[in-house]
């Protein structure tokens, strides 16, 4: 068998052992009238994200909070109905918030913040969270993964630093892309490196 055909059958077999893992830094997700007040125009694409029709943006705000900031901070597109800010508790710490943890679009109850563009500024009620840890998932992978929509299960890292997180959330469309999402505080506490992968593993049952 060529090597060409070996790799192929390796990537295959990977495939439905492992999901890639992915680590997710601090960002915010706007509606397009913030956008417009922050920037003075709408969205502008960089380049694609993993999650199919998502993009990291050329804009960038001020995130400010209660006790300190953060510069520079990636915007995410398309617009949303409603803005978002995911942070780690790490970071919540720099600002002087203390984000629930949270899956993305439920911020009822979260704490606000202020972001600065460079043409305006927005003031936020609610949208701060630290991003629970999640699978992306194909409806054909979450069947060959036997798991479903909902579902909480355990995730086993192979990284420098192995490690089994528990309370991981399976999200299944077919919109989706497969990847293992952790904040960046999760990431460094395995010493995850770009490329590495993870095995799902079922929540053992109680005695």
């Known amino acids: 068998m060529k090597e060409q055909e070996l790799n192929t059958l ?36 960089e380049r694609p994200l993993s999650q199919p029709g998502q993009f990291l943006s050329k804009e960038r ?10 510069y520079n901070v990636a915007v995410l597109g398309p617009a949303r109905k409603e803005a978002q800010i995911e942070i780690s508790l790490t970071d919540g710490r720099v600002l002087g918030i203390t984000p629930p943890i949270r899956l993305s679009g439920d911020i009822r109850n979260t704490p606000g913040a202020t972001l600065i563009g460079p043409e305006g500024q927005v003031k936020l009620s609610s949208g701060v969270i630290a991003a629970r840890r999640h699978l992306h998932l194909t409806p054909e992978s979450a069947k060959r993964f036997h798991v479903s929509d909902k579902q909480v299960v355990r995730l086993q890292t192979f990284t420098r630093r192995p490690t089994i997180f528990e309370d991981v959330v399976v999200r299944v469309s077919p919109d989706f892309a ?25 929540c053992p049952t109680p005695i």
């Not at 495939?15 to 997710?24: D, M, V």
């Not at 705000?61 to 953060?70: C, I, L, R, S, Y």
């Not at 999402?181 to 490329?195: F, P, R, T, V």
């Open 10 to 45: 390796a990537q295959a077999v990977m495939g439905r052992l492992f999901i890639e893992l992915e680590a997710s830094g601090r960002h915010v997700h706007l509606t397009r009238e913030q956008a417009i007040t922050l920037f003075g125009h709408d969205l502008t694409p």
């Open 61 to 70: 705000v001020t995130v400010v909070g209660p006790k300190g900031d953060f």
């Open 178 to 202: 497969d990847y293992a999402h952790l904040d960046y505080d999760e990431a460094n506490a395995c010493a995850m490196e770009k490329g590495d992968l993870g095995r799902i593993l079922p």
